[in-house]
């Protein structure tokens, strides 16, 4: 269940925790942040609003220094009235709208969203999930997707036709999916064919295989409904890459390097097989010899938020909680993936918790707000986060409840705004990609799983 407005969420959530630490008040008492003192940005304790007039960035958080590219869609002010109103008013604001609006709308809220705006999700799931629940509710006249940009366009491919999708807030982006554009990767898989050609092999597969993380931009997800390729989840991605390679000599996978090599690596993939495109040197910095032995190529990209997980993370978590069962998401660098117990998607690690016995000291290697949630609804544990500097992801946190009361207040007047709506030329292809996605469901969602576990990849 998610927290309810009030003491609870006053008491608990990321976001009046980063309050209080730059406040100067002890923090160690509240579960999630044993022993924190700091945050990665001081102005984490700025409202969203504040940078929505500021030159483009992704704010504040982990992913502050990553380069925006140019045209990234920006969020203009808000009305006044959103800005300055309370809690306690947007709260009763929100909850009026959506009594008021009833079936015509449904909220998705992502794992990472803040509490603060995850109370109002009508589903709550990562981005597997949502994009199921979206089909769920062919008669909600608007999908608002608490999430980010790629996400909203998911939606919206794969909504009906008389659904709009609304994001609360349009600079809600993602660093990670920004690392690949349509270009970069459309130059890429035209220097692959000059080495492979086109000709498949003997067993009828082809030379390679396009496979996207669901982290993208539409325009790559329709390149891969083009070019015979797939979409693919950390809930899914063992799964997808069997298809793949079922079907492909090879995979070039974009644009998280780390999902792709830790999930290659866990199926027995060589390590020396699985080079790095780098789209900003020629040939992506290989050689022929390497790109034609390769089984993974793998794109220059990351989530700023998993990068931060440490190997001396771990080793301290173990030093100070001797028995700590440490779990982390398949994002992470492949170093921290094998000094973990486990790793696997956001519900994998969610379902862990929930599995887990009483009294279980489990640390968590993934986005600040999941983790803090869990440890506020499983007080039997000792939950916490490997990072112990407070670091939320930049643009999960551009989403805030004034903006939330903004777009259901404005959709109650018959007025749809910041509406995602990808283009057909583009959503066609990209929603083949995605039906191939959905079918492939995954068997488990660990990518390392237990040692007492009976996984798929072994």
């Known amino acids: 269940m998610a927290p309810t407005v009030g003491e609870e969420i006053s008491l608990s959530s990321v976001d009046i925790t980063i309050q209080s630490i730059l406040r100067g008040e002890r923090e160690s008492s509240i579960p999630g942040f044993p022993s924190r003192s700091k945050v990665c940005n001081p102005r984490l304790a700025d409202e969203p609003w504040t940078f929505d007039s500021m030159p483009a960035s992704y704010g504040p958080g982990a992913s502050l220094e990553d380069h925006i590219p140019d045209g990234t869609p920006r969020q203009g002010q808000i009305p006044q009235e959103y800005r300055d109103a309370s809690p306690e008013e947007l709260d009763r604001r929100i909850r009026a709208a959506k009594k008021a609006l009833g079936t015509r709308a449904v909220i998705m809220g992502h794992f990472y969203q803040r509490d603060e705006v995850i109370q109002y999700a009508d589903f709550v799931g990562d981005s597997f999930q949502l994009a199921q629940a979206t089909r769920t509710k062919p008669d909600a006249e608007a999908i608002i997707f608490c999430g980010v940009h790629f996400m909203a366009e998911t939606a919206d491919m794969l909504s009906g036709p008389n659904q709009s999708v609304i994001l609360p807030n349009l600079a809600a982006g993602c660093s990670m999916a920004d690392m690949a554009d349509i270009d970069s990767v459309t130059e890429c898989w035209e220097q692959l064919e000059e080495i492979y050609g086109t000709a498949p092999d003997a067993d009828g597969r082809v030379p390679v295989i396009p496979v996207t993380y669901m982290n ?243």
Request: charged share 20%.
């Open 216 to 458: 993208s931009s539409a325009a790559l997800k329709g390149f891969c409904g083009e070019h015979g390729g797939i979409v693919c989840t950390s809930s899914n991605a063992v799964t997808v890459l069997k298809w793949a390679f079922e079907r492909g000599q090879r995979v070039l996978f974009f644009p998280d390097q780390h999902l792709g090599r830790n999930t290659a690596k866990a199926m027995g993939v060589p390590l020396e097989q699985m080079p790095v495109w780098n789209p900003r040197k020629p040939l992506g910095g290989n050689d022929e010899a390497t790109l034609d032995d390769a089984k993974v190529i793998l794109w220059h990209g990351y989530c700023s938020v998993h990068k931060r997980f440490s190997v001396a993370q771990i080793e301290q978590a173990r030093s100070e909680y001797p028995g700590v069962r440490v779990i982390v998401h398949p994002e992470c660098p492949m170093e921290v993936v094998d000094a973990a117990d486990e790793s696997g998607s956001t519900d994998y690690i969610r379902k862990a918790v929930e599995a887990a016995p009483a009294g279980s000291t489990i640390a968590i290697g993934t986005e600040i707000n999941l983790v803090q949630r869990l440890a506020n609804q499983y007080p039997q544990h000792t939950i916490f986060c490997l990072d112990p500097v407070i670091c939320p992801c930049s643009t999960m946190y551009r989403i805030h409840p004034g903006y939330l009361a903004w777009v259901l207040e404005a959709l109650e007047r018959g007025e749809v705004l910041n509406r995602i709506a990808v283009p057909e030329a583009v959503a066609t292809p990209a929603r083949v990609a995605l039906e191939r996605m959905l079918a492939s469901k995954p068997t488990t969602a660990a990518i390392k799983a237990p040692p007492t576990a009976v996984s798929h990849i072994s």
